[in-house]
């Protein structure tokens, strides 16, 4: 250690347009980075510092890259963040920095001894594990249970336990308000926790029932005669591809006593069991058809198309003005799915949709079913109410309204002259 600060590294200027690697180290009571360039083989060193959070110093000629092994990133691009985190995604949003994953340590040796010279480093978990979905095994039990009689006041009723790869449970518990077989009632518990289980962003599922007939269905063991049974098993088929590894097996009902409670207590009565476990009641069959509306696909590119690379890939646009309004907007999106979302400080987050589908909604408020040909500020209202969200929308709601003929057919007819008329004095009979 006393050769290595005998003979340290000199600092070397950088040259405009270089790509700068940042390496962090925090501790209680400083922060400590180092500010590097590869150049060859070796890492040459540009800046350091050591402070007790007194400031910030940013290079906006230089283009920065952050190596660390902490999720910054996703934390400072989730529209959920408040406070203090907010402040800071709008202040770096302004510099061009990129994070990346640490994978050697070189220069992150210096700025952990920075750290480390000022007080002990302390036991930081790991928070990817909140932030990012697991890829281990989550397992399913789920149990179903029809009315037994007309005349009994039990109904039908399901439970499932989903456990985490951590040994965390999720209870839930569902009554059916229409007749459901024994079978159909083993389908709708089992559809039912695949649902959770994929909104939780679970990717290995292995589900556990104790229904001979649907695990030897699923795995195609038996053949699925009746029609009910042949939906059902299609419906399986279908959110079982939604999973990177789904398997279901067949267990004893003596060890798939906690779901068995649990749907005999919902069918029973479910007010009780409210305050510890989550009950839903369930109004129709998932094999019953609902009306879907199909989506819009656009042909090109549109202002949405740079956000969500920048929010999928970090890739920014080539220009430099165009990067910097990305990095500016992105904390105030998301992305759900294939559907992108802008956060609303008023109210729920609004669905970002593209021309075509803009153009729609336009229609369908404007001069739809329930149209009353309104005005700019009052479709446009509408439109935020509704949860859609564009960045042209008051200009292309203008030039959508001027198109309609009966707007231009029944509009006022101003009679006021086009320009400002001036007053002729007749001069004076006499004067001179």
Request: charged share 25%.
């Amino acid at each position: 250690m006393k050769a290595l600060l005998k003979d340290l590294p000199t600092l070397t200027a950088p040259i405009v347009g270089e790509t700068l690697i940042l390496y962090l180290a925090v501790s209680k009571e400083a922060v400590s980075y180092v500010l590097v360039v590869e150049r060859g083989d070796a890492q040459m060193p540009i800046y350091f510092v050591s402070n007790a959070l007194s400031g910030s110093e940013y290079f906006q000629a230089h283009p920065i890259t952050v190596l660390t092994d902490q999720p910054i990133r996703q934390l400072l691009y989730k529209p959920e963040i408040s406070g203090r985190l907010t402040k800071w995604a709008i202040e770096l949003g302004k510099q061009e920095i990129a994070y990346c994953a640490r994978s050697a340590i070189k220069g992150q040796v210096m700025a952990d001894y920075l750290a480390e010279t000022v007080a002990d480093m302390p036991v930081i978990c790991d928070p990817e594990q909140l932030l990012m979905p697991s890829p281990e095994l989550w397992e399913l039990y789920t149990d179903g249970v029809a009315e037994k009689t007309p005349a009994s006041s039990e109904d039908a009723g399901a439970g499932q336990i989903l456990t985490g790869p951590h040994r965390e449970e999720h209870i839930y518990a569902l009554r059916f308000n229409f007749k459901v077989t024994n079978n159909e009632a083993e389908y709708e518990a089992l559809l039912a926790g695949m649902r959770i289980a994929r909104e939780l962003g679970v990717k290995k599922l292995q589900a556990y029932v104790d229904s001979q007939l649907v695990a030897n269905q699923i795995n195609g063991t038996f053949d699925a005669n009746d029609k009910s049974m042949q939906s059902y098993l299609a419906l399986v088929h279908s959110l079982a591809d939604t999973f990177v590894d789904f398997r279901i097996s067949q267990i004893p009902r003596s060890q798939n006593k906690q779901a068995d409670v649990l749907n005999k207590l919902a069918a029973l009565s479910f007010n009780h069991l409210e305050k510890k476990i989550l009950v839903e009641q369930v109004f129709k069959k998932s094999t019953e058809l609902e009306t879907t509306v199909a989506s819009v696909e656009e042909e090109e590119a549109t202002w949405m198309t740079n956000i969500i690379e920048f929010l999928q890939t970090g890739s920014l646009p080539e220009g430099e003005k165009e990067a910097m309004k990305i990095r500016v907007k992105a904390p105030n999106y998301e992305l759900r799915g294939e559907s992108l979302y802008r956060q609303s400080y008023l109210g729920a987050s609004q669905r970002c949709v593209g021309p075509k589908e803009a153009a729609m909604i336009i229609d369908e408020i404007h001069k739809g079913s329930c149209g009353l040909h309104s005005g700019l500020k009052t479709v446009t209202e509408r439109i935020k109410r509704l949860g859609y969200y564009w960045s042209q929308m008051y200009a292309d709601t203008v030039e959508r309204i001027r198109v309609f003929q009966e707007c231009q057919l029944h509009a006022p007819v101003s009679r006021a002259p086009q320009h400002t008329m001036i007053p002729i004095t007749s001069s004076w009979m006499f004067c001179k």
